[in-house]
């Protein structure tokens, strides 16, 4: 029986999200008092575990804005059709002002759809 010491490369793929195992969260009484590598090792467990959450804590930020921008998005495109509506009722063109009115109720009925989906 052979037993080996290996230590895991923390920049390996496939290791950033990666968690410790449950005994190595066990608080024994000087273990990092009396040895150099187990201090730098949970203090670079700690460093990684702050990334992460600093990670976690922007992508949070981003996805509640992206839901704003998209409903944004859709009522301007729905602005720009109901302008394009106006434009061709005043050129008289039916043809087009049922296009355009078409479109604009469609990207209305997107951003009332994002919202409503992003409000659960």
């Known amino acids: ?3 080996t010491m290996v230590v895991a490369d923390p920049n390996a793929r496939g290791q950033r ?13 000087g273990d990092s008092t009396s040895n150099d ?5 949970y ?7 702050l990334a992460l959450h600093d990670r976690w804590a922007e992508e949070l930020l981003l996805v509640g804005r992206e ?13 720009q059709w109901v302008g394009r509506m106006q434009e061709a009722n005043a050129n008289q063109k039916v043809g087009h002002q049922c ?3 078409r479109q ?3 990207y209305l009925q997107l951003s009332q759809q994002a919202q409503d989906s992003f409000e659960r």
């Not at 999200?17 to 009484?29: G, H, P, R």
């Open 1 to 3: 029986l052979k037993a």
């Open 17 to 29: 999200n990666s968690t410790l195992a449950w005994f190595w969260s066990i608080d024994v009484q």
């Open 37 to 41: 590598w187990m201090n730098e090792f």
């Open 43 to 49: 203090r670079v467990h700690w460093l990684r575990t």
């Open 67 to 79: 839901m704003i921008w998209t409903v944004d998005f859709f009522l301007h495109k729905s602005q």
């Open 99 to 101: 296009y355009a009115a």
């Open 104 to 106: 604009a109720r469609i």
